[in-house]
């Protein structure tokens, strides 16, 4: 059974930082390309980064430049580094591998930008 537990987030101010964990059981990170999604109030969930198994990354145009992806094969854990985040930046943040499995979905981890 995949499971997959987030964890990391938090109440920051605009321009501050967040570095998320996604502790993942039942299936490797390095043999899957992992994602990190989020969901705002109101909105729908949506793509934020992906970590292929060759090491390339991608990333929505949204956090272009502000986030990074990584992993930890020895963890078997992926993170996403957040730096200058902004109020829209709030969501709850879930990973998955890429593209997502319903079933793989996680309860996520909060962030909230707020001054």
């Known amino acids: 059974q995949v499971q997959l537990e987030e964890s990391g987030g938090g109440l920051v101010q605009p321009g501050g930082s967040l570095n998320l964990s996604c502790a993942v059981s039942?299936?490797?990170?390095?043999?899957?390309?992992m994602g990190w999604y989020r969901q705002a109030p109101g909105k729908q969930r949506e793509w934020v980064a992906a970590l292929t198994t060759i090491g390339s990354t991608n990333y929505a145009d949204s956090v272009k430049g502000r986030c990074t992806i990584s992993r930890d094969n020895a963890k078997n854990t992926v993170y996403l580094q957040m730096n200058s985040l902004k109020p829209e930046d709030t969501a709850v943040y879930f990973c998955n591998v890429w593209p997502p499995l319903s079933t793989y979905w996680g309860q996520g981890t909060q962030v909230t930008i707020s001054s």
């Open positions: 039942g299936t490797s990170v390095r043999l899957n390309t």
